[in-house]
């Protein structure tokens, strides 16, 4: 494994894995929109009616210990000098968000926005667009329904991550599963968290 500088590029190599959706918003343009005329089907009409609506952490804390120990398995092959700032670094990119609230424009868009974070905002369709995380990070995001599921990825130069919301059969319990990855940690930042329908 490689091991990460000091300093300016210790951070740099890690704001890549703001990924795992959770913090981006979109820079001075707006994120490119499905045309209003673009058809939604009926399958998808019905996953964004189950999946809209508001979800606030239920966890308990063990889940909340489960991410602290995933950001330490992450950073296991780092020099003890490089893994303070790295560990502080991934904690708060792996901040568990108090809720979820995802909005369908009906025409192909999603808005997901949570307490503290900018909104999230573009097309349901799997293109890329630009955002901006909390922290200042800059990536390209893809969101769509797979097999049921709604997921975010996002990519940069130096690293990835993706989010899979999964609303499970009773309709209130979402199951939030993040993953941030780089070739600069050890193991992959990997942990699911539990929101209920509000």
Not at 96 to 124: C, K, T
Request: aromatic share 8%; charged share 20%.
């Amino acid at each position: 494994m490689r091991g990460f500088p000091l300093g300016g590029a210790l951070g740099a190599g890690l704001t890549a894995l703001v990924l795992a959706a959770g913090c981006a918003h979109s820079e001075a343009a707006p994120p490119p929109r499905a045309k209003p005329s673009t058809p939604v089907s009926p399958a998808q009409a019905e996953l964004q009616r189950r999946y809209a609506g508001t979800y606030v952490y239920a966890g308990s804390d063990a889940e909340r210990r489960a991410v602290s120990a995933a950001v330490e398995r992450s950073i296991a092959g780092m020099s003890f000098l490089a893994k303070p700032v790295a560990r502080q670094t991934l904690r708060q990119r792996s901040e568990i968000r108090d809720s979820y609230h995802l909005v369908f424009d009906g025409f192909g868009n999603l808005e997901v926005s949570s307490p503290g974070f900018p909104a999230e905002a573009g097309p349901l369709d799997g293109t890329s667009f630009a955002l901006e995380t909390k922290y200042g990070d800059q990536s390209h995001v893809s969101q769509s329904f797979v097999e049921g599921i709604l997921v975010q990825e996002g990519r940069t130069d130096d690293g990835s991550g993706r989010t899979e919301f999964r609303l499970e059969d009773d309709g209130a319990t979402l199951l939030v599963h993040r993953v941030m990855e780089s070739s600069q940690l050890s193991a992959a930042v990997d942990f699911t968290l539990t929101y209920r329908r509000q």
